[in-house]
């Protein structure tokens, strides 16, 4: 989305919000899942039961996690969407500005790309570990 003033010379560069908002729903993924199995395999059991113990809420995220690694793939998927798709908007003419959009477009990549490897940890713990260790 291009937002432009009367001269012409000032363009808004694409917000990296999506791509917070995908590391966000990815780090669900790992609480839910990856964070229960690494406390249990290095024999930190009493350490998980103290995390339910204190936050309960914490189960239901493992009682749902179809549901939570659904709604997390479809928030990276669009986030890399719109940023694939906004990938050679123009930045700014001023070179400050200039500079910090392509920065920003870089930091935006690489937390995206965090939350792809956030959501594949996360998803292995969740739907394919007790098949290759608990078996």
């Known amino acids: 989305m291009n937002y432009t003033t009367k001269n012409q010379d000032v363009i808004k560069s694409p917000s990296s919000i999506p791509a917070f908002l995908s590391l ?19 024999g930190a059991g009493a350490v998980m039961a103290g995390i339910i113990e204190t936050v309960p809420q914490i189960t239901w995220l493992g009682k749902n996690k179809t ?22 908007a123009p930045c700014p003419a001023d070179p400050i500005k200039a500079l910090a959009c392509t920065k920003t ?24 570990a007790q098949y290759l260790f608990f078996n």
């Open 24 to 42: 966000f729903t990815s780090r669900g993924t790992l609480i839910c899942c990856a964070l229960p199995a690494l406390l249990v395999s290095i």
């Open 67 to 88: 549901w939570v690694f659904l709604f997390a793939g479809l928030m990276i998927a669009s986030s890399g969407y719109m940023q694939w798709k906004l990938r050679n």
């Open 105 to 128: 477009r870089r930091i935006s990549w690489i937390v995206w790309w965090t939350s792809v490897v956030a959501f594949l940890v996360g998803g292995f713990f969740a739907f394919f």
